[in-house]
C-alpha cells in the first residue's frame, strides 16, 4: 500500500487548484483498489509489488492524472484554430511574395544574382519563422481574452452559401490560389505607397545609382487606384462568385485600365536612368541600356497575362451560363 499511497501523494500535489484534492484522492483510491480487487480474483492470489506498479504504470503518470481535473488547456482552441490556420496562410505567402521580390528586385536593378538569391533565401527562414510567431501571438491573444467568442455565437443557419454555388466549383478560385493573389496584391499596394520597403539596390551598387524617371511619379496614383481595383476584383472573385457581372465589370474595367497604363509607360521607352561617379561611362550605359530592356519586356508580358487572365474569365463564366 505504500506505492499507492505514494502515486496518490504524487498526484495530491499536481492537482489544479480548482479541485478538491481530497474528494479526487478518494476517488481515485476507490478506483485503483477496485481494479487491484479484479485482478486479484482473476488470479486467484494477492499481486505483489511488482504487479501493483505495473498497475499504477497503466493506470497513468501522476501528471497526467491529474491534469484530468482541471480545465483543459489550449494556445489557440478548436473554435478559433481554423481562421488562425487562414491567417498564417495568407502571412506566409505575403511574406513569400516579399521575398521573391526583394531578390529579383536586387537581380534586375543590378545587382549580383547568386548573392542576391543567397540574401533573399538566407533571410527566408527567419522572415517565415518571425511572421508565423507574430501570428501566432496575435491568434493566441485573441484566445485569451475570448474576443471572438460572441462573432461566432452570433452566426446563423441562414449566411451559409447557396447551394447554387456548388455548381461554380469549376469557377471558383481554390482557396491557396486565391490566397496567394490577395497576398500579391497587398503585398504590393504596401509596397507602392512605401509601407513595406524591399532591399532593391536602387543605389550604392558599386557606387552604381538608379533612379526612377518621372514617368512613376506621374503614374503614381493611376497605378495605385489600378491595384486596389484588381483586389476588389480578386475579393469578389474569391467569395461572391455569383456576382458574375460585378465580376465580369471588374475584370473588363481592370484590364482595359491596366493595358492603357502599361501603354502609357510602354510609349517613354526609357524608365530607369543609371549614374555613376565612379564606374566607366561605358560600363554605366550598358546597365542603363539591360535594365531599360528587361523592363521593356516585363511591361509586354504583364500586358499579355492581364489580358489572357480576362478572356479566361469571361469564358469561364459564358461557358458556365451556356
Not at 65 to 82: E, H, N, S
Not at 101 to 110: K, Y
Not at 198 to 219: H, K, R
Amino acid at each position: 500500500m505504500d506505492l499507492i499511497d505514494r502515486y496518490l501523494t504524487a498526484i495530491r500535489w499536481s492537482l489544479p487548484r480548482a479541485a478538491n484534492a481530497d474528494d479526487v484522492i478518494a476517488e481515485l483510491r476507490d478506483l485503483i483498489a477496485s481494479r487491484i480487487e479484479d485482478r486479484e480474483e482473476s488470479l486467484g492470489r494477492p499481486l505483489d509489488e511488482k504487479e501493483i506498479s505495473a498497475l499504477l504504470r497503466d493506470f497513468g503518470h501522476p501528471l497526467v492524472v491529474a491534469a484530468r481535473y482541471g480545465t483543459q488547456q489550449y494556445l489557440i482552441g478548436p473554435d478559433l484554430f481554423p481562421f488562425y490556420w487562414f491567417s498564417l496562410k495568407v502571412v506566409l505567402a505575403l511574406s513569400v511574395v516579399l521575398l521573391i521580390l526583394s531578390g529579383v528586385g536586387d537581380i534586375v536593378f543590378g545587382g549580383d544574382p547568386l548573392r542576391s538569391l543567397v540574401r533573399a533565401f538566407g533571410g527566408a527562414w527567419w522572415s517565415l519563422l518571425g511572421n508565423a510567431g507574430l501570428v501566432t501571438l496575435i491568434f493566441a491573444v485573441i484566445e485569451r481574452t475570448g474576443w471572438l467568442t460572441d462573432h461566432l455565437n452570433r452566426w446563423s443557419p441562414e449566411r451559409l452559401p447557396d447551394l447554387r454555388d456548388l455548381k461554380l466549383k469549376n469557377e471558383r478560385k481554390s482557396p491557396w490560389e486565391a490566397a496567394l493573389e490577395m497576398a500579391f496584391g497587398v503585398g504590393f499596394v504596401l509596397w507602392w505607397v512605401g509601407l513595406i520597403p524591399l532591399p532593391i539596390a536602387w543605389s550604392n551598387v558599386e557606387g552604381l545609382t538608379l533612379t526612377p524617371d518621372p514617368i512613376w511619379v506621374a503614374m503614381w496614383w493611376p497605378i495605385l487606384a489600378l491595384m486596389i481595383a484588381r483586389l476588389a476584383f480578386n475579393l469578389v472573385q474569391w467569395l461572391r462568385p455569383r456576382w458574375k457581372a460585378a465580376r465580369i465589370g471588374l475584370n473588363v474595367v481592370t484590364t482595359v485600365s491596366a493595358v492603357a497604363t502599361l501603354a502609357l509607360i510602354y510609349q517613354v521607352g526609357h524608365w530607369i536612368t543609371a549614374s555613376s561617379a565612379t564606374l566607366p561611362a561605358a560600363r554605366v550605359a550598358e546597365i542603363d541600356r539591360s535594365t531599360n530592356l528587361g523592363i521593356h519586356y516585363a511591361i509586354i508580358v504583364v500586358g499579355v497575362i492581364w489580358i489572357f487572365q480576362c478572356a479566361k474569365e469571361i469564358w469561364v463564366v459564358a461557358m458556365a451560363r451556356r
